[in-house]
């Protein structure tokens, strides 16, 4: 079964660092571009983050850029977001999300992939 | 910017529904939808504004080619009680609407 299950996230104080971990099962992680999405309480979803699928280009929302790092590791199939110096804003349940290209424009794209998310509340 | 309404709605089953997304600039059709339930991760409904999704029902249907898209549920089912999310995928950062919630009636 294709799953990615997230965790690490928690309750940290702010200026606080958090890791999260997504765990890739059922596909190989090496050949998909991979994202993290946030949503914060009663709010939409929020685009955070993402990776192509070497890990040599990242992309970041301006809210997140020079706070938050995404990486990988494929041999573990394994999704990571360093999340440093956060900040109340940042509290939001967390999920990533596998990037499919249906076709060969640069634009057709959807995230066909999740998982549940992991809870992030950042709080004194 | 993608905006959405309405941002909850009250419906019967078997009612047919429809949600709009409006793009704040021109997308062509690179617009999708997600539904999600409580404390689930979103799930693929229609991409490219009309194209549904292998194994979603075909109750679920979209439309539009900018800047109003359309997400219709022809006939609604008690497990379609959700909020869906429209995306857009053709200007960074990738947008998405604040959700619209449905709810029984």
């Known amino acids: 079964e294709v799953q990615l299950v997230e965790s690490g996230g928690g309750l940290v104080q702010p200026g606080g660092s958090l890791r999260l971990s997504c765990a890739a099962s059922g596909f190989t992680l090496s050949n998909y571009w991979m994202h993290w999405v946030r949503q914060g309480p009663g709010k939409g979803l929020v685009w955070v983050a993402r990776i192509d699928s070497d890990g040599s280009s990242t992309t970041y929302a301006d809210s997140v850029k020079g706070r938050f790092t995404i990486s990988r590791d494929n041999a573990k199939n394994t999704l990571f977001l360093q999340m440093d110096s956060l900040r109340d804003e940042d509290t939001a349940v967390y999920f990533c999300?596998?990037?499919?290209?249906?076709?060969?424009?640069?634009?057709?794209?959807?995230?066909?992939?999740w998982g549940e998310g992991t809870t992030v509340t950042v709080s004194s | 910017q993608m905006t959405q309404s309405p941002s909850s709605l009250s419906a019967y089953v078997g009612d047919r529904v429809t949600i709009t997304c409006r793009a704040s600039?021109?997308?062509?059709?690179?617009l999708n939808w997600y539904q999600q339930k409580p404390g689930k991760a979103p799930k693929l409904l229609i991409y490219a504004a009309s194209s549904l999704q292998t194994g979603v029902s075909s109750r679920f249907s979209g439309s539009g080619s900018g800047p109003d898209f359309t997400l219709t549920i022809s006939s609604l089912q008690p497990d379609d009680f959700a909020t869906y999310h429209c995306?857009?995928?053709?200007?960074?950062?990738?947008?998405f609407g604040q959700g619209t919630k449905v709810e029984i009636k």
């Open positions: 995306q857009q995928t053709y200007a960074t950062p990738w947008t």
């Open positions: 600039q021109s997308i062509a059709n690179f």
């Open positions: 999300a596998r990037l499919y290209g249906y076709n060969r424009s640069p634009y057709s794209y959807y995230m066909d992939v």
